[in-house]
């Protein structure tokens, strides 16, 4: 059967979640979580035929952005606002704290290696400025690269060898090295757009990524060699983040922070974070 591939359509209902919906991602089980699902301080788990409902809801203060999964069915979580990357036992419900850094500006969007290491972006905002963090399997917390724009959007490449972080700002996106332990090197500009902040991305399981255009309300498609190969046109114009899942790995969801909503479109190959749960 054939089927409309990078052709946008809503997916959950308008304000169902805050504009500060963020950080979209699946679990093994095709079930979609976002934060601040019918109020802030919460995240809402959404059923692969839209229904939704409030997971869990985050300590007092706490507001997520970044979501991802470990290879232990942990949900991590870039907890903003009190400097943590959390992490939610799936089965129980249980939060902890897996990592605290008070030098932290707001940690924003999370990357993860196949070998459970996390990277968070880490913007200043007000100041246009940024870092990138690292927190090992262990909670340490390191820093990488200060120094920097509005770092935003953040992801590895299906290999493991390439991170990309974005400067939204700056409309930037930086690939460097990356060491097996964790280590970057040899940043290098894979594009600067010319117009229009950026904030969610990912990769697919071939290496191209996914850039969300906050405030031109699509999701460019680019190559590993920085090329736009498509733009995918979206209803709403603030999208802010944006995760692969379904059955085959090939539906993409994306947040709309001005329509408190969920749009889904499928693509032409699985995401890489669909591909983690392969193993």
Known sequence: MNEDIFVAQEFTPINGFT??????????????????????????????????????????????????????????????????????????????VHAHEPTMNQP?????????????????????????????TDGTVTLLETDMGTTNGIEVSPDEKVLYVNESAQRNIWAYDLSPEGEISNKRLLIQFPDFNMDGMRCDVEGNLYVTRHGKGTVAKLSPAGDVLLEVTLTGKLCSNIAFGGPDGRTCYVTMADRGNVEVFRVDVPGRSWQLFQR
């Open 108 to 136: 924003n969007d999370l990357a993860i290696g196949a070998n459970d290491i996390l990277y968070a972006s880490d913007p200043n905002w007000a100041e246009s400025t940024g870092q990138i963090w690292r927190v090992d």
């Open 19 to 96: 504009s500060g919906i963020e950080g979209p991602a699946c679990d093994a089980d095709g079930n979609l979580y976002a934060v601040n699902y019918a109020r802030q301080h919460t995240i809402g788990k959404v059923t692969p035929d839209g229904t939704a409902s409030v997971f869990v809801e985050l300590p007092t203060g706490s507001i997520g952005n970044g979501i991802r999964f470990d290879s232990k069915d942990f949900m991590c979580i870039a907890d903003y606002t009190n400097h943590n990357v959390l992490k939610v036992d799936m089965e129980t419900r249980e939060i902890s």
